[in-house]
């Protein structure tokens, strides 16, 4: 008797073989679907099917020609492509195009991540069956160029309710070193609520010139009023807010201000006084926070002279926001929107683990992973976005 043989795959191995099947099958039903599509196409461009014979038809079918094409599920080859005389042109994909553009979109959106080009290689090996080099992974990221240029000169809403205005520090190379480059960035809130980036530049956050020619970029675009700005203490920043949106009102991030105010607290007594300090920010109206401001002066002006001088310099801007929607005291109060963008970007700038090789470099990465964020929009009272343009900062 004939003895019986062992089945001696593994189960990584039946499984892996289970996966290329249905690999396979995928390819299969993609390449049909793909000739349906451009078989429907042509017809529809002739305006005849095939051997049909019609007043309408105006082309002739002219063969075929054959093309690769990478998928998700791996490379598709030899697909038969309609020609015709006049030159059909099919809009499945782009002519002379070798991936989908949802593969390109990935490609690009794992590099944005902090995956190494390396990394995204191996992905999409193991998605396709092709390997794109660590140089077509970055010429795809750089195909953004194109779109960030359009974007840094789109026209913007002439109005906006709030915006928030900061500074960040990337490393890029120049010269060979390592060098803190900063960027400066705006972020919007318009009428109905929408949260957007506006524009952002390099610029030292020290510079007024910087701040200035920032803000001018926003007046070139169509902005005409913000009624109220919410930024930290920077003098170059207000100086070029006096200049550029003198009609403005300002909030000064309380979050900022607060832990100015605790610099000059002993630590072992800031416990203490936290949670005071921190009530007059945080109460349901301006008298409330008048009469908590009171109490904590008369409490600690002989205590903590220096902490009480810092918090009264600048404070009426610190309470501006009290004079706005409540619902929206959380969003103004601090420059916490901003700040959550910055971390963002440099979440997934530091996961490459390298200094940027230029300022350009550093530049379409903020660009690429401020686009792939979906910001939300705050609840806007219908009496505020309705009110007339004049009467918004009265």
């Not at 080009?117 to 077509?136: M, Q």
């Not at 919007?188 to 980036?197: N, Q």
């Not at 902490?307 to 310099?313: D, I, S, W």
């Not at 910055?342 to 490459?352: A, N, P």
Request: some cysteine; aromatic content about 10%; proline content about 3%.
């Amino acid at each position: 008797m004939t003895p019986r043989q062992k089945n001696t795959l593994s189960n990584a191995e039946r499984q892996a073989t289970i996966h290329e099947l249905l690999q396979e099958q995928m390819r299969l039903a993609i390449r049909r679907t793909f000739i349906t599509v451009l078989e429907e196409e042509v017809n529809g461009f002739i305006q005849a099917a095939l051997y049909q014979r019609t007043p309408e038809r105006r082309d002739y079918r002219n063969g075929y020609y054959e093309r690769d094409l990478v998928t998700t599920s791996g490379e598709i080859e030899n697909l038969p492509v309609p020609r015709t005389r006049e030159g059909f042109r099919t809009q499945l994909f782009e002519r002379y195009q070798r991936r989908q553009e949802e593969l390109d979109e990935a490609i690009c959106n794992m590099f944005v991540q902090g995956v190494s080009t390396a990394r995204v290689g191996d992905v999409v090996e193991a998605l396709t069956g092709t390997h794109p080099s660590a140089s077509t992974v970055s010429r795809i990221f750089h195909t953004l160029e194109g779109e960030f240029e359009a974007w840094k000169n789109r026209p913007l809403k002439s109005h906006y309710l709030y915006a928030f205005a900061d500074g960040t520090y990337f490393t890029v190379i120049y010269d060979h070193e390592g060098v803190k480059m900063p960027i400066l960035a705006v972020v919007g809130i318009d009428i109905e609520g929408k949260r957007d980036v506006l524009a952002f530049c390099v610029g030292e956050r020290e510079n007024q010139a910087a701040w200035e020619d920032l803000f001018d970029q926003l007046r070139e675009r169509g902005v005409e009023q913000i009624d109220l700005w919410c930024t930290d203490g920077h003098k170059a920043m207000l100086n070029a807010l006096e200049i550029k949106f003198s009609t403005s009102k300002r909030q000064r991030c309380v979050k900022h201000k607060m832990e100015n105010v605790r610099g000059y607290i002993p630590e072992k007594q800031q416990d203490q006084v936290r949670p005071e300090l921190k009530a007059i920010f945080y109460q349901t109206s301006r008298e409330k926070a008048d009469q908590e401001l009171v109490a904590f002066v008369t409490k600690y002006e002989k205590i903590y002279p220096s902490a009480v001088q810092c918090l009264q310099r600048d404070l009426e801007a610190c309470l501006t926001f009290y004079s706005f929607p409540e619902k929206h005291w959380k969003f103004i109060r601090t420059t916490n929107i901003i700040e959550r963008l910055f971390g963002e970007v440099k979440k997934r700038s530091h996961k490459m683990a390298a200094a940027f090789r230029n300022e350009n470099s550093c530049m379409l990465m903020f660009y690429a992973v401020i686009r792939s964020l979906k910001l939300r929009r705050i609840s806007v009272p219908a009496q505020v976005a309705s009110l007339p343009e004049n009467l918004h900062n009265s």
